[in-house]
């Protein structure tokens, strides 16, 4: 006998609980939040997160492309268009640009993914893979790591300017406007999510997604845990340069 399917109230809860595996108890995030961590990692971090921030716009594209309801649609596209911009408005890409320089990192030098670590790499090009072959609904419930990010937002904001007085304040301007973005995106990708999977078969493969997305997050964390704390970089035995690949076409 199968079991019975939760409550939509038991389901959130079990959506919410996933926060325990959220990024921002990575031992790299706590390092800096609590001021301990350089700035070579800052500044990794930054870089290394730009190629995220990048590709959240075709992630959420791959989304639109396989989403049939125009409803959905009209509000998803938002996602894209914060990202991306439009006329008057930056967007979240030019905001991290903005946080790159308040690092002291050349935005040409973000734009060129030289600093891209292959770990990092591979964990958001398989997220993006996976929007692209999978429902639009499970790729839309992937994204509701958003249910934990306005706590990532404002510790960054709580913490950075005190311990980092170098970084630029001006560069704090993402972390401010996805504070009100995040809680919108969730109450729609929430929305989504508890009206899809209606049976106990579905409401756990939506866990094991939300699941996937984490681990996504964590080790890209990994990758720059390995580089800039424990300073063992790919090839960090055979050569002290750059030598892995910039992205393949």
């Not at 959420?60 to 125009?70: E, F, K, S």
């Not at 800039?228 to 035995?237: D, G, I, K, N, S």
């Amino acid at each position: 006998m199968n079991p019975s399917a939760l409550s939509p109230e038991q389901f959130e809860q079990a959506l919410r609980a996933k926060g325990a595996y959220y990024h921002i108890h990575h031992p790299y995030h706590v390092a800096m939040y609590e001021g301990r961590a350089t700035r070579e990692q800052i500044q990794g971090w930054v870089a290394n997160r730009f190629y995220y921030q990048t590709n959240i716009p075709l992630k959420d594209a791959a989304i639109l492309a396989n989403c049939g309801d125009r409803d959905v649609r009209r509000k998803w596209v938002q996602r894209l268009l914060d990202h991306d911009g439009v006329a008057g408005h930056d967007g979240g890409i030019q905001a991290w640009l903005r946080l790159g320089d308040a690092v002291g990192l050349d935005a040409d030098q973000l734009r060129s993914e030289e600093l891209v670590l292959p770990g990092v790499r591979f964990a958001v090009d398989a997220y993006v893979n996976f929007a692209r072959r999978a429902t639009w609904q499970e790729a839309a419930s992937s994204s509701l790591t958003e249910l934990f990010a306005p706590q990532i937002h404002q510790s960054r904001l709580d913490t950075w300017p005190q311990h980092y007085p170098w970084i630029d304040p001006h560069g704090y301007e993402y972390f401010r406007t996805r504070l009100g973005q995040a809680r919108r995106d969730v109450e729609h990708g929430l929305q989504i999510t508890l009206a899809h999977y209606t049976t106990y078969e579905s409401q756990q493969r939506a866990l094991e997604i939300l699941q996937f997305k984490l681990d996504v997050l964590w080790t890209m964390l990994d990758a720059m845990s390995m580089a800039y704390e424990l300073h063992r970089p790919p090839y960090h035995t055979v050569t002290d340069q750059r030598v892995w690949h910039g992205g393949i076409a």
